[in-house]
């Protein structure tokens, strides 16, 4: 073996945090889950690739850290609630998705691939766990609590329960201890096995009924003593390196003992507490990606380059593993009498595997019974069934929300019932600030309505004389509302980030929307947004509003606004025709609706029931690409609204990747709002952290860029 192009400890460290910050952002571009990047990343810089770092001692103990890790936040993030609620249905959906691809990968491995006893139980542990690679799919779409999901989340569980127990008694059997005693007789040797089997079940009751009984009284007496953040997390540690330690002397894998801490810590350790948001992001910082890299380290690229060998064994394994899963969903969901989409979700659900199947595979290399081929296999395997997992979570969702009815028109289940309206409203320009506050004062018709306008100021060499004509600034807004008898807070907020300060301040404020005005650009550019802008619709799953008047609010006499197709399956439906429907009324001017004939017919009931009085026109419109003709009918007096859509939710469409585009070619000068509606979810997205969800998102991958160029030289 070479010597490695960097041995350095500093610049060692240096690299591995290099690929910790750039693996989720070039994977984000890729659409690839993050997992694959890291591993990607430590096969690239290892010694079967360019050789820039050796898999020293630090990659030993690190890594070992990151897998207990894996398996200690799983415990810790899995719902015993759910499962003690429907306890016979999450058996046997568990029961089912576990021994099925169990059983069909341990035949073919043995009677296709030829392997031996041990690694085809091996394989088909793995193949039986799952990972929610797929589950912040179903937070997007609000779904989080339908039937499906559930059972998909507490027979992931189950089922992956069961591969370590399984995992626990192959390693028993096949650790070379236990391989290496050898008797003359059989009759010896079986009475042997039966005492080693006696034994070790004997090991592992005193374990689990000395760990349920001193681990949570201990963890009630040290959180109620000791309250200091720290000594918490240590503490949290320490009981899952103990257990660790303590399986490994009585004959079980240490990955059992710290998911079992993680299961018993479970109920100590809130989900939304300062404590679990430490234990997070430690584990995906540093501890986790360590694990990973040093996993693609051991990867030898050169035996996948050899022949077709791996491939073969890839695809076998993925088929067979997958359609193990796919075969417990659908038999389930029969069983259950489900509808065909709820089984694809079970399915979408449960068909991926990720960071579990690589930990299991790293206890087969460590026992022997693995070779580089089948490394090489689960790690592209993990690859394929993630890709298979995200395309079909995705389209059950859709499924899913498309079947149930539409949202009454009443008020909008994005926010809690009774909610008061709170408008956020940034504010930087002294032109455009005035319009902007007069326009959330037309949208508000309750009276205990409230407005908060919000000057961000950059943290810099500048930031005193920008909060200075920032106090100015609100004071002119102060005045206006109270000319208008309406009560307006204000703050001025230094942030090193502006998008970060805005959503501080919406969290703070408790508000329920932002409206903001736009960047003025004389060209077209992939900045369309500004700056800051795409950063805070893809943290925040509220409504946001973008506004750019050339003219005067009072003597616009029409607005024209284009819905896209199942706008009406979103949340967020209600909000912004509220919103327009007030603002027309308060303009005494026209509002007239483009979209599909399903979305105009719900728009027309919804405001002949709350805006009787408001002139409304509906024409239907067929396509998104029927965008750029409607530009000749909007006049300098018009209002142009566009309702647009994050991506992944139910009314996003690749046509609005054109979007920017199209608005400056065809709508340059015009009025214009753009709309973004609320999604399901927490407000902010910033506090949620797992180790199966990305690190990173990508508003724009690399697919999308080709996918633009191709289009540009196509028009052109």
């Not at 059989?186 to 001193?214: E, I, P, R, T």
């Amino acid at each position: 073996m070479q010597t490695p192009l960097i041995g350095d400890p500093t610049m060692i460290f240096f690299v591995v945090l290099l690929i910790i910050l750039l693996a989720p952002i070039i994977m984000g571009k890729l659409r690839i889950p993050h997992i694959i990047g890291m591993v990607l990343a430590g096969v690239l810089v290892g010694p079967y690739g360019l050789n820039v770092i050796e898999r020293g001692s630090s990659f030993e103990i690190f890594g070992q850290v990151g897998l207990y890790y894996i398996m200690f936040l799983a415990g810790l993030e899995m719902d015993l609630e759910s499962v003690r609620r429907s306890t016979r249905r999450y058996l046997f959906f568990g029961m089912l998705t576990c021994f099925v691809p169990l059983v069909l990968t341990y035949v073919v491995s043995v009677t296709v691939l030829h392997y031996s006893h041990s690694t085809a139980f091996l394989l088909g542990c793995i193949m039986a766990s799952n990972t929610l690679i797929a589950y912040p799919i179903v937070g997007r779409y609000g779904l989080s609590r339908h039937p499906s999901v559930g059972l998909s989340v507490g027979s992931s569980m189950i089922s992956l329960f069961m591969a370590l127990v399984m995992l626990a008694a192959l390693v028993q059997t096949a650790s070379p201890t236990a391989s290496s005693s050898s008797t003359p007789h059989g009759a010896n040797v079986v009475g042997m096995w039966l005492w080693a089997a006696f034994l070790f079940l004997l090991k592992l009751v005193g374990y689990v009924a000395g760990s349920l009984l001193l681990i949570p009284r201990l963890t009630r007496y040290f959180l109620r003593r000791y309250s200091d953040s720290v000594m918490q997390y240590i503490f949290v540690l320490s009981v899952m390196f103990l257990s660790a330690a303590l399986t490994n002397l009585i004959g079980l894998e240490g990955i059992f003992g710290a998911f079992f801490s993680g299961l018993i810590l479970n109920r100590y350790i809130p989900q939304v507490s300062p404590l679990m948001n430490r234990i997070e992001f430690i584990g995906n910082a540093i501890f986790i990606p360590y694990f990973l890299i040093g996993v693609g380290m051991l990867i030898n690229v050169r035996t996948m380059l050899q022949g077709g060998e791996v491939l073969w064994i890839v695809l076998l394994i993925a088929f067979i593993g997958t359609f193990g899963k796919a075969l417990a969903a659908y038999a389930a969901s029969l069983f259950f009498r489900l509808p065909q989409r709820d089984g694809n979700m079970m399915f979408g659900l449960t068909s991926a595997h990720a960071a579990g199947a690589i930990a299991m595979v790293m206890v087969g290399m460590r026992l022997q019974i693995v070779n580089d081929d089948m490394l090489n296999g689960v790690v592209l395997m993990i690859l394929v069934t993630c890709v298979i997992s995200t395309l079909v979570t995705e389209r059950a969702a859709k499924q899913i929300t498309e079947a149930v009815a539409p949202i009454a028109p009443i008020a909008p289940p994005s926010v809690p019932v009774g909610a008061t309206p709170k408008i956020l409203i940034c504010v930087k320009y002294p032109d455009i600030a005035p319009q902007l506050l007069s326009m959330s004062m037309m949208m508000l018709t309750q009276k205990n309505s409230g407005m908060v306008a919000l000057n961000v100021v950059y943290d810099d060499e500048h930031g005193t004389d920008g909060r200075q004509q920032g106090l100015r600034l609100l004071e002119q807004l102060q005045q206006q509302a109270a000319s208008a008898e309406m009560e307006l807070q204000t703050q001025v907020r230094l942030a090193t980030n502006i998008a970060n300060g805005i959503k501080h301040a919406f969290r703070e404020f408790a508000c329920t929307e932002i409206v903001m005005g736009m960047h003025v650009h004389t060209d077209r550019t992939t900045k369309f947004w500004g700056e800051f802008i795409q950063s805070l619709y893809n943290g925040l799953n509220r409504q946001i509003i973008l506004t750019r008047f050339v003219q005067p609010l009072n003597t616009l006499r029409r607005i024209q606004v284009v819905v896209p197709s199942r706008a009406e399956f979103e949340p967020g439906f209600n909000r912004w025709l509220e919103r327009l429907s007030c603002f027309a009324g308060q303009l005494d001017c026209r509002i007239e609706f483009h979209g599909r004939q399903e979305s105009l017919d719900l728009i027309s009931k919804y405001i002949r029931a709350r805006h009787n009085n408001v002139r409304t026109g509906f024409k239907p419109m067929a396509h998104w690409n029927e965008l750029p003709q409607l530009a000749e009918h909007v006049a300098p007096d018009h209002l142009f609204v566009v309702v647009t859509a994050r991506k992944g939710t139910i009314s996003y469409k690749n046509a609005l990747e054109r979007l920017p585009d199209e608005l400056q070619r065809h709508f340059s000068g015009k009025n214009l709002m753009i709309v973004f509606p609320d999604q399901y979810g927490a407000a902010t997205k910033d506090d949620h952290m797992s180790f199966t969800e990305a690190q990173h998102h990508e508003e724009t991958s690399i697919y999308d860029t080709i996918m633009r160029l191709i289009h540009f030289h196509s028009s052109h």
